[in-house]
């Protein structure tokens, strides 16, 4: 990834590390949400990998465990956008 400081017109690479690579003791399991939540938009979508940095191969055991996880309820498929005005009635 290259970060340009346009104050010092100087260019950064800055290389994104897999989370999953460089802690090994960070696990994919569909039975923990908190870690898998992680890497979910707050709508409830995968976060791709360009943006979460994450290898192919853990991107993938990722998002299979991300839908393990919704498909038994411990993470949600969608959130619902909640309008101010369907609210003002009450
Ligand atoms: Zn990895």
Known sequence: MMVINHR???I??????CRFCADASLK???????TLAVFTTERGKIVPRRISGNCARHQRMLALAIKRARNIALLPFTTAKVRMKDYREF
């Open 8 to 10: 010092s017109k100087r």
């Open 12 to 17: 950064f690479i800055k290389h994104k590390m």
């Open 28 to 34: 994919i399991d569909y039975k923990e949400p908190k």
